[in-house]
């Protein structure tokens, strides 16, 4: 069984539109992430949740809402794609905050032409 | 703030011969650690931490890495590499400044190893 699954694995889509990305973990965590891997590799947080509490935004654009349904989803809706949204996002999760192993899931490559 | 360094976007290495890949990070307060492995088109996944305690942690596939907070390093280490070590390595750094961080992690630029048979 997959512990933080993510999807879709792949999305190319035009500019303007809008689209989501969902997950799941299956660990029991309470705290959820979503990271954004751009194409030179460089990982970045962008939000965190914890018991479907916003807890950390990383300054992102207001197109991006996440949305946490409960302690083991947490997606992400984005509107109004550009092209420089085109990057790998991983969804991650882990029990608690700091210290403790952040568990990620296989990423969401998006592509918006 | 926390940052992270990672000495050397690319190390290639020969089979057999010792790999040894590079990170020093900026804390205000003590820091977790961690070292994450990236294979193409995957996930990341975790190699080994240091929270407390003993400086020097091991982890999977015979990685292991050393905290030393006078250098303010941690940096990765395998006696002897395989092919199957072929990868991009991320260093992390994770530090509760006061409660506010609430688990980030502050990645590295990440460091490609190529391993030549």
């Known amino acids: 069984d997959t512990a933080v699954s993510q999807t879709p694995k792949y999305l190319v889509t035009q500019m303007g539109n809008d689209k989501s990305i969902k997950c799941e973990q299956n660990?029991?965590?309470?705290?959820m992430y979503w990271y954004k891997q751009d194409s030179k590799k460089f990982l970045k947080i962008m939000f965190s949740y914890n018991n479907k509490e916003l807890i950390i935004n990383e300054t992102v654009p207001n197109r991006f809402s996440p949305k946490s349904p409960d302690k083991a989803h947490l997606n992400l809706h984005i509107n109004s794609l550009e092209l420089g949204d085109s990057a790998v996002y991983f969804c991650?999760?882990?029990?608690?905050?700091?210290?403790?192993?952040?568990?990620f899931g296989e990423g969401s490559w998006l592509t918006v032409v | 703030a926390q940052s992270v360094t990672q000495l050397g976007s690319h190390v290639s290495v020969s089979e057999g011969a010792l790999v040894l890949l590079r990170c020093n990070y900026s804390s205000s307060v003590p820091p977790y650690l961690f070292w994450y492995v990236q294979y193409p088109n995957q996930g990341l996944q975790l190699l080994l931490k240091?929270?407390?305690?003993?400086?020097l942690v091991k982890g999977i596939n015979g990685f292991e890495a050393e905290f030393k907070k006078s250098e303010t390093s941690f940096h990765l280490t395998k006696p002897s590499a395989h092919m199957s070590d072929a990868a991009e390595y991320f260093c992390a750094v994770s530090a509760d400044a006061g409660g506010t961080s609430y688990g980030k992690l502050t990645f590295g630029q990440g460091t490609i190893l190529t391993v030549h048979p």
């Open positions: 991650a999760s882990s029990a608690g905050f700091t210290g403790n192993t952040i568990y």
């Open positions: 660990l029991g965590h309470d705290t």
């Open positions: 240091y929270t407390t305690g003993a400086t």
